[in-house]
């Protein structure tokens, strides 16, 4: 039995969907664009584009999306979770199921994920400091090596 309210548990549902079919989007666009298919590549980001909206309003509809600092202390606390016990496990089960390949793809992304965790720490005290925005930049790891070309 979920600890979720009912209406919190289909939002979260609805959202995890979207956010799912955007990312699915994403990777067609890419696939697109180095097939040469600009133009396919463009319709399937604004697709994607539409699902992100699509995941965002009920990601607000739910209460997730609160104070900087409490949407930070959400996101480390995620990025903590996937490092320590999602993407261990992960890893650990294909080793045991003998798939090379993908164990060693999880264990690249485990290290992109430390990155993550540390560009959020970073953040959190860049944030603490700050008396308006925080200085561009970019997360550390994103797009740094599983994903890239």
Do not use: C
């Not at 549902?13 to 097939?35: I, K, L, N, Y």
């Amino acid at each position: 039995m979920s600890r979720l309210p009912r209406h919190l548990e289909h939002l979260k549902t609805g959202f995890t969907a979207e956010a799912v079919s955007a990312a699915m989007f994403r990777a067609f666009a890419e696939q697109a664009e180095g097939d040469g298919k600009a133009n396919l590549a463009r319709r399937w980001r604004r697709l994607a584009e539409e699902k992100d909206g699509l995941a965002i309003l009920q990601l607000r509809a739910a209460g997730k999306v609160q104070t900087d600092d409490r949407n930070l202390r959400e996101a480390i606390a995620e990025e903590q979770y996937e490092n320590d016990v999602l993407y261990p496990r992960l890893v650990a089960e294909m080793e045991y199921l003998g798939q090379a390949e993908e164990r060693t793809l999880l264990e690249r992304i485990l290290d992109e994920q430390r990155g993550h965790l540390a560009g959020l720490d970073e953040l959190r005290r860049e944030l603490t400091g700050a008396r308006g925005d925080v200085a561009e930049g970019r997360a550390a790891g994103v797009g740094a090596g599983v994903g890239a070309k």
